[in-house]
């Protein structure tokens, strides 16, 4: 995790702007084009199980974007391809970066707080582009003056506080694993005896388990329950709450 | 190191990682012992409640992790801490963290252990119910959050520490969120124990719920965002050097009084929302008129710590 090479890029150095806040972090951008790679290769291959005409792994991949289906399905209470789409697409980047901490050199790219903030206003804009397109321009700003007009500024701070909340929530998580993950490393480290217990006693396997495979799925599947609980509220009209009332 | 200096250290060292763990332990305690009871009420559901029982102590353990983390922050900064000024100004970023940490895990534990009964009563809509959890838990952490980044606020600005006026600043700035925090959150636990007990009673009023916990949480954690904005506003204002006593009476004066203040109305309002939840789930055609007169009841008891807002703003533009 602590290493003396400096890795950030500035791309203003023509332009002689030493800002901090415009570095670009290269270990980490290198990292997500990893991930992006295995994403691409798991998407290949199930690209090819679902060109034959039957086989498990057809079944399988089918069974995963059913889930999907579901889960959008029940919540907003209709079905709808880009919910859907954007969902499985949050879930699948989020789960891949939090396990790809199990390939040896690999530290995820949600230790950082540039990739998790950027999906957290990614999914924030999403979320408000919607509301706009269902409820009218007008509309979608009348909503900020209710209770009464008092708490437009509460409302604001409401908006933001809950991008920052999601965001920090992902990043906390899994900065905090890694931590102790690295922590653990460290103890064990430098002598064989220590580490070839922590091996066949399966100490390795039940921290690996529980920080990085357990932890990241759970975070993956809380941020994206959330986005699409978000997601629902906002873009709620009174005819749509009797449909998925029906639906249960 | 001078002996005081070590000690303050040392205490702001064991505190987030301890208080954390204590409060997520005691809640992981009472919703294991709830979660026993409902799989004894109605065995068939038992996969149900255990995978919520999982989930939720998972959720209840962001705490503890992220008062870990800020241990180990805190931790690395000891080599570097020159003076009693500096001690004093970390002690008050690891209560930022401690304190609502503590609280906020308890209170989610609080909905958690409304939550195992709910699906013991309505097994066939366990997941509905396991969002709503995850819902209601996510509103209730969000004091950590705020907390974490008031932490790293402040300990990003220790090495600036060089007199008491500042050094009592940070301390006032963590008491004023730790404090303020812990009346809504513990509210919101209230809430939201209420919210899931509801949906378990009434599974028909669900999308009614769903909409009046996002409207009610947001309500209940006003006084919140008012600790959080005068807690950053001194933060702020203690990165400038200010010499003499006064300046560390002022800043200790300004963030105790928002953060006493909010704690009777978040508790009270918490309560009011609570029992407005019940009703909705009694009697799902009055929502309208439970929910405004709701709305109504909150804003009345949250302009109490309103008043303390402006009175802190005062305080602090002198």
């Known amino acids: ?248 | 190191m001078f002996e005081l200096t070590a000690f303050i250290h040392t205490f702001a060292i064991i505190a987030p990682v301890g208080l954390t763990a204590l409060g997520s332990s005691y809640g992981g305690g009472i919703a294991s012992k709830s979660a026993l009871l409902s799989i004894d009420q109605q065995p068939k559901a038992k996969d149900f409640i255990v995978r919520t029982l999982l989930i939720g102590l998972a959720l209840i353990e962001t705490s503890t992790i992220i008062g870990l983390l800020v241990t180990f922050y805190i931790m690395k900064q000891t080599s570097s801490i020159q003076n009693i000024y500096q001690a004093i100004a970390t002690l008050g970023a690891s209560l930022a963290i401690a304190l609502p940490g503590m609280v906020v895990a308890y209170s989610s534990a609080r909905a958690l252990r409304q939550t195992t009964p709910a699906i013991a009563r309505q097994p066939f809509f366990a997941r509905k119910i396991i969002n709503l959890m995850i819902l209601t838990q996510s509103l209730i952490q969000t004091p950590v959050i705020f907390g974490f980044i008031l932490s790293m606020i402040i300990l990003g600005n220790v090495h600036l520490v060089t007199t008491s006026g500042q050094a009592f600043g940070f301390l006032a700035s963590g008491l004023c969120l730790g404090i303020g925090v812990m009346g809504p959150t513990y509210g919101l636990g209230t809430f939201a124990g209420s919210v899931c007990q509801s949906v378990g009673k009434a599974r028909h009023a669900y999308s009614k719920l769903l909409t009046f916990s996002l409207v009610g949480g947001a309500v209940i954690e006003t006084p919140n965002i008012f600790a959080l904005v005068v807690s950053v506003l001194i933060a702020h204002l203690s990165k400038t050097p200010a010499t003499g006593l006064l300046a560390s009476v002022v800043f200790i004066s300004a963030g105790l009084c928002t953060g006493l203040g909010t704690i009777g109305a978040g508790v009270t309002s918490g309560m009011i929302a609570a029992k407005t939840a019940n009703k909705i789930a009694d009697d799902i055609e009055q929502y309208g008129a439970y929910s405004r007169m709701c709305m109504l009841a909150q804003g009345l008891v949250d302009t109490n710590a309103l008043y303390t807002l402006i009175v802190s703003l005062v305080i602090l533009s002198k």
């Open chain 1, 1 to 248: 995790m602590e290493s003396s090479i400096n890795y950030d890029i500035n791309l203003f150095k023509y332009w002689n702007i030493d800002n901090p806040f415009l570095l670009i972090n290269g270990e980490i951008v290198l990292m997500t084009w990893i991930v992006l790679g295995i994403m691409l290769v798991t998407l290949l291959i199930a690209r090819h199980f679902l060109s034959k005409r039957k086989g498990i792994g057809r079944y399988a991949v089918m069974q995963i974007v059913k889930m999907f289906m579901d889960t959008s399905t029940q919540s907003i209470g209709r079905f709808n391809f880009n919910h859907c789409t954007f969902i499985g697409t949050i879930f699948l980047y989020i789960a891949y970066c939090n396990l790809s901490a199990l390939i040896p050199y690999v530290i995820e790219p949600t230790t950082n707080l540039n990739t998790t903030l950027a999906i957290g206003l990614i999914s924030f804009a999403y979320i408000q582009l919607n509301a706009i397109k269902v409820h009218g321009f007008f509309g979608y700003l009348s909503d900020f003056f209710k209770p009464f007009f008092l708490m437009l500024p509460l409302n604001i701070i409401g908006e933001v506080a809950t991008v920052a909340s999601i965001s920090f929530r992902l990043f906390g998580n899994i900065f905090g694993g890694a931590t102790i993950n690295d922590i653990y490393m460290s103890a064990i480290g430098g002598s064989w005896l220590y580490e070839s217990v922590a091996m066949f006693a399966g100490i390795n396997l039940i921290m690996a388990g529980f920080f990085t495979i357990f932890e990241g799925m759970l975070q993956a599947l809380v941020f994206t329950i959330l986005s699409l609980t978000y997601l629902t509220i906002a873009i709620q009209t009174d005819d749509g709450q009797e449909q998925s009332e029906c639906l249960s």
